[in-house]
């Protein structure tokens, strides 16, 4: 069992600056937990404490039930894949790989043993003899994850080990890095600032600002309800629709400039007639329909951008701009509505910026 639990984690360096700020967080035994959010908001400096390469400045870091906080790294029973690999250059892969092994202090017939075994499920077996600089990227990648794997952790972290990858390559390597995780089934902390990347590999995430979580979640419960026009803003391959506007007098209706569309029912005891409110609507959530559709957007299509088996349609209507998915090719110009799913629209504070419901 190797649960990872932080609890008032907190990183202040030389300066001022609180990096990771008063946090707690639990990842279960063999959970994949994704930490994404903006460069600088602490995700790194997170990874670092609970693999004991910086000292927390206060709180409490336990793998498994045993406080770590103030144990080194080689205590700490990690293994962490870097974002530049950080393989040696002058040994060989397979040495590499072994290395952690040799420094835990393991007899050598076992370290070589185990590092061909790694390497070789990482179809790196060809390769043991040549130095990094002999290998692709890919290749370096896997050493970088075999070598993760050799010395057999509770913990995996993982400091965006694919974004030195091309987008094929990374893709192919991120579908390979999730069977094997769910193979092993090793607790695993992954920070990325790659959104896809963190919905398509994690159990449950946690979308990070300021040194603090804003939002922890599965990755669907995340992308369609986030809690906070942040987490909203920085969710999506294409981003959410986010319209300024007001409940109608009536309180059926947000009014959008000249538009007006029904009250998400989820949000009808939230929200009082008058009231200020940002709607948010994915465009995977929007579809288009006949012009002048009661309760819709009416507009006209400004731009449609082909994404391979679906189309993004920007659609302009008195001065608003919505985007929606669609299966079918449409033609510019064209007047249309665009209908949201009640269930789907979300209403935000525009003060405070929190969901309403
Ligand atoms: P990125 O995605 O760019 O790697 P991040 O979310 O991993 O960003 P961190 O590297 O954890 O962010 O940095 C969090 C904050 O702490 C930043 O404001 C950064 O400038 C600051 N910081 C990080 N390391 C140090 C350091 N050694 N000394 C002072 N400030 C630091």
Redesign the pocket.
């Known amino acids: 069992m190797a649960d990872i639990e932080l609890e008032n984690v907190t990183k202040r360096?030389?300066?001022g600056?609180v990096?990771?700020d008063d946090l707690d967080l639990h990842i279960a035994d063999g959970e994949f937990f994704s930490l994404l959010?903006?460069?600088?908001?602490?995700?790194?400096?997170?990874l670092r404490m609970t693999a004991g390469l910086e000292r927390a400045s206060g709180g409490r870091i336990s793998i498994g039930g045993q406080d770590v906080t103030r144990l080194p790294p080689g205590e700490r029973d990690v293994a962490m894949v870097f974002q530049d690999y950080a393989l040696y250059p002058h040994m060989q892969v397979v040495d590499n790989i072994a290395y952690p092994l040799k420094v835990r202090k393991l007899d050598k017939r076992e370290r070589r043993q185990r590092a061909a075994e790694a390497a070789s499920s990482l179809q790196l077996g060809e390769y043991l003899e040549r130095r990094p600089s002999e290998l692709s990227g890919g290749q370096q990648q896997r050493a970088a994850v075999a070598r993760a794997i050799a010395y057999e952790p509770s913990v995996f972290l993982f400091d965006?080990p694919l974004s030195n990858l091309d987008a094929r390559l990374r893709l192919e390597a991120r579908t390979f890095l999730k069977r094997l995780q769910a193979d092993l089934g090793v607790s695993t902390i992954y920070?990325t600032?790659d959104q896809s990347e963190a919905l398509a590999l994690s159990d449950r995430m946690a979308v990070?600002k300021d040194?603090q979580v804003r939002q922890l979640g599965a990755p669907k419960e995340v992308f369609d309800r986030p809690v906070e026009l942040f987490v909203a803003s920085f969710i999506g391959s294409v981003p959410m629709n986010l319209m300024e506007g007001r409940i109608s007098e009536d309180g059926d209706h947000v009014e959008l400039r000249g538009q007006r569309v029904p009250v998400p029912p989820a949000f009808a005891g939230s929200v009082g007639p008058n009231d200020g409110v940002v709607l948010g609507v994915r465009p995977e959530y929007g579809s288009l329909a006949a012009p002048e559709t009661p309760q819709a957007i009416t507009g006209r299509i400004a731009v449609s951008e082909f994404l391979g088996t679906q189309h993004l349609v920007t659609v302009e209507a008195d001065g608003l701009s919505v985007q929606v998915v669609t299966k079918e090719a449409v033609a510019l110009d064209d007047r249309v509505s665009v209908v949201f799913a009640p269930e789907q629209s979300l209403l935000y504070d525009p003060d405070s910026e929190q969901l309403l419901a």
């Open positions: 360096f030389p300066g600056v990096a990771v959010g903006p460069s600088g908001c602490g995700k790194t400096t997170l965006e920070v600032h990070m040194g």
